[in-house]
């Protein structure tokens, strides 16, 4: 089981920039960031292909197009997540994922593999 583990949360005021990163054990297909409120469903934002011939493709959902960019640096084992223009409804838990071996990066219920999480609050 791939070990995920994420850093950079933390508070912002609206329109601010935040940096998120996720050092994963071992290189997995698909990785993506997920957010979560509390009685909410686990939203998937960003998903980004890592390996193989189509690596570097990318999905986002709607509500961050423009704002959010997924990279990822594998010399460190790391994907990051870039958020830029953050206003008060992006406040959420951020969680990393991974998905099986042979999933489209883009199909959000496919990942089952997830780090602790780091929270994001952003302030108007």
């Known amino acids: 089981q791939v070990q995920l583990m994420e850093s950079g949360g933390g508070s912002v005021q609206a329109g601010g920039s935040l940096r998120l990163s996720c050092a994963y054990s071992y290189s997995k297909r698909c990785m993506a960031w997920f957010r979560q409120n509390p009685g909410r469903e686990r939203e998937g934002v960003a998903a980004?292909?890592?390996?193989?011939?189509?690596?570097?493709?990318?999905y986002y959902a709607d509500s961050v197009k423009g704002r959010f960019t997924i990279s990822q640096d594998k010399a460190k084992d790391t994907v990051y997540l870039q958020m830029d223009k953050l206003t008060p409804e992006d406040t959420a838990m951020f969680y990393c994922a991974a998905a099986p071996p042979s999933t489209w990066c883009g199909d959000w219920p496919k990942y089952n593999s997830w780090g602790q999480g780091t929270q994001v609050t952003v302030s108007s």
């Open positions: 980004m292909v890592t390996i193989g011939s189509d690596a570097g493709i990318t």
